[in-house]
């Protein structure tokens, strides 16, 4: 066996920026790695795949790995996501936090196909990503070595990584000092860091590259109606669709129209607080819409059960925790309430606004007959005080007896008080008026 097929593999998840070519080299110097690398397309933003690949290989891997996961990406995670309303701390529709485990996914199918024992990546020590990388490939294969190149080499400040990157022939770009971090796939893009860091600062108008600004934005509405069939997107104004397509096609809609911006407080899963800016304007449009067919034909206690654990949903993934049982458990839960969730929804976008204006679908519960406030109704007004009655029983019963025992210690007070001839009775009322109004 020669010296290059004896070496230990690594499998990198590599992304072509500077960060990712200086772990290669760092992987391959340093520990003595033959390195695999592996490029997601999840539907960011790049100008060329076939670059990025190639740049790989002129750092010497043993192979660079190119995989189209948009689909997959579609369809077993934003499905996903959109089953569950996926929104972190009410606000982050987990852009970054779902693509995460997709690649992790395909960097442990790449460790087996190569025989790999160890799983890289890019991240640094003080965000989500790293632990959701590592989580995912512990529980996909917890066999497998998992190295962070970033958190673990001295090379902490830009200028160091720059001489490294020089030092090992690591092409340097020109405009180096990007402004902020951004993360980005199909489903929306991250933007943190720079100016940014200062919560009072308003984002630049520059951050934004998918929403124009609200202010710019058309003066007259777009209407769009959205199409589900059992709880998935399939169309779009009425035209059948893949969800890679209508995603796409609906962050053009929507972004034209201003809308899918979001500026944040997030509490990371690693205890620190941090300013985000969001860019989801189909994500969000998507999930308002999709929470309105809900309101229509859910039962009312699945519903309500529903919006507690789309919360767990939401945390557990955002935590990293794609491929835990907790969160397979939830997705049979989610599944199970979406089989009839068919119909439509009709959305007004105008000038950074998205309003529901109507839905509709087969498996409604509403029911006009028994809504409608016109004489016809087929309600049975005249049931409500029986069924009153008996639902607050417990509540009256109770009352009633805090009465009776504010009456007998008001009772005991005043014997209390002849007893020891106490004339003012005036701190025993406060007591009763207390329990009068519990
Ligand atoms: N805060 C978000 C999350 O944890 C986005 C992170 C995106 N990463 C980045 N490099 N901007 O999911």
Redesign the pocket.
């Known amino acids: 066996m020669n010296k290059e097929t004896a070496k230990e593999k690594v499998v990198l998840a590599y992304s072509g920026g500077l960060d990712t070519s200086v772990c290669v080299k760092w992987l391959q110097e340093e520990l003595g790695y033959g390195v695999i690398c592996v490029l997601g397309n999840v539907g960011q933003e790049h100008d060329g795949l076939e670059k990025i690949e190639a740049k790989a290989k002129a750092l010497g891997v043993v192979a660079c790995e190119v995989v189209d996961m948009r689909e997959e990406f579609a369809d077993e995670y934003l499905t996903c996501a959109i089953a569950a309303n996926a929104m ?1 701390e009410n606000k ?1 529709p ?4 779902l693509s ?1 485990p997709l690649i992790s996914k395909h960097l442990v199918d790449a460790a087996h196909k190569y025989g790999a024992t160890a799983v890289a990546h890019g ?1 640094t020590g003080k ?3 790293q632990v ?1 990388f590592e989580t995912s490939i512990m529980a996909l294969d917890p066999a497998l070595k998992v190295i962070a190149p970033v958190r673990e080499w001295d090379l902490g400040m830009r200028p160091d990584e720059i001489a490294y990157a020089k030092a090992h022939g690591v092409p340097v770009p020109v405009s180096l000092d990007k402004p ?4 980005d796939n199909l489903w929306g893009r ?4 720079g100016v940014l860091e200062d919560p009072w600062n308003e984002p630049p108008a520059d951050i934004w590259t998918m929403t124009v600004d609200p202010t710019e934005a058309p003066d007259e509405p777009t209407y769009v109606e959205i199409g589900f069939e059992a709880g998935v997107p399939v169309s779009l104004n009425g035209e059948q669709m893949g969800l890679v397509e209508l995603v796409e096609q609906l962050n053009g809609m929507a972004g034209a129209a201003g809308y899918g911006r979001i500026d944040m407080i ?1 509490n ?2 690693v205890g620190i607080k ?1 300013r ?1 800016c ?1 860019e989801v304007p189909a994500g969000l449009a998507i999930i308002q819409a999709h929470k309105a067919l809900e309101d229509l034909c859910l039962e009312r206690d699945v519903l309500h059960m529903k919006l507690g654990l789309e919360q767990t949903w939401a945390d557990q993934v ?1 935590n990293g925790r794609w491929f835990s049982p907790l969160k397979q458990a939830l997705d049979a839960f989610m599944g199970a309430t979406q089989a009839q969730l068919t119909g439509e929804v009709k959305l007004k976008l105008y000038k950074g606004s998205c309003v529901v204006v109507g839905r509709r679908s087969a498996a409604a519960l509403y029911d006009q007959a028994l809504a409608t406030y016109d004489n016809d109704d087929a309600f049975d007004q005249k049931a409500a005080k029986g069924f009153i009655d008996i639902q607050a029983l417990s509540i009256k019963t109770w009352a009633m007896k805090q009465a009776q025992l504010a009456q007998a210690k008001e009772a005991a007070s005043g014997s209390a008080q002849a007893l020891f001839g106490v004339v003012e009775g005036g701190a025993t009322e406060p007591a009763v008026a207390q329990a009068a109004a519990l």
């Open positions: 972190y982050y987990l852009l970054s936090a995460r991240c965000g989500n990503d959701r902020y971090s951004i993360d991250a933007i943190e860091a997030e990371r899963y941090s985000e969001y955002y």
